[in-house]
């Protein structure tokens, strides 16, 4: 069974550093990997989707990385600002390519002016 | 913006009694996905839907039932509410007309069950 973690659970930084959120899993055989940010009282945005064939995605200041054999994905934020604040969420689809998704349960980004 | 609306945004209710969540997409994306969100669970699938009058289960599905008579819509009902299911219920889409195609979710129906 599939199971997703993301460590740590909270992260306090300062604004402007460089920074990386986790996402491990369990089972190396997945067809993509998702992550997105929810803050408080809303919906999950979608930042960046990661096929099982690629090594990482970048939007903007965000770069997602992939590496199945270990069964990782990093998130890296450059130069994080106040708004980047909210939790983030990795999802993991297994390889079958189902209707299945297997959610981390996040990391709260706190970025302090 | 993957042109999705639920409704009601917000709900409380009492136990036994039916409820029903609205999604509503404006896009014709074939895959439409009812998820609810627990402290300490995560975001769990409840039903999803492949096409009108297409839909089959998820992980969570016991209590919950589904229609989809139009592309555009799909209903979440609790035939007889109960307190543990209280809960954020999110309806999402896959794009690009596959299951695993990026999701996207709308903004959440959050239900109280008293």
């Known amino acids: 069974k599939q199971e997703v973690t993301q460590i740590p659970a909270a992260l306090s930084v300062p604004e402007g550093e460089n920074l990386v959120l986790n996402c491990s899993f369990t089972d190396s055989a997945i067809y993509n990997l998702q992550w997105f940010r929810q803050d408080p009282g809303k919906g999950l945005t979608s930042l960046l989707l990661i096929q099982s064939s690629q090594r990482e995605q970048t939007s903007g200041r965000l770069n997602a990385s992939l590496d199945k054999s270990s069964g990782r994905s990093t998130l890296y934020i450059a130069a994080s600002q106040p708004g980047d604040s909210a939790t983030y969420l990795c999802a993991v689809r297994d390889q079958g390519g189902s209707e299945k998704l297997v959610f981390g349960k996040g990391t709260k980004l706190t970025v302090n002016p | 913006d993957a042109g999705i609306t639920q409704s009601p945004r917000h709900k409380v209710t009492e136990t036994g009694t039916p409820v029903t969540l609205r999604c509503h997409q404006t896009e014709n994306h074939r895959y439409m996905y009812w998820y609810r969100q627990d402290p300490g669970h995560g975001l769990r699938l409840i039903h999803y839907s492949y096409g009108v009058k297409d839909t089959d289960k998820g992980e969570v599905s016991d209590g919950y039932s589904v229609s989809r008579s139009k592309t555009e819509d799909f209903l979440l009902t609790l035939e007889s509410a109960t307190s543990s299911q209280t809960s954020v219920y999110f309806c999402?889409?896959?794009?690009?007309?596959?299951?695993?195609?990026?999701?996207?979710f709308g903004e959440g129906s959050r239900l109280t069950v008293l």
């Open positions: 999402a889409i896959s794009e690009n007309g596959r299951i695993t195609g990026e999701l996207f």
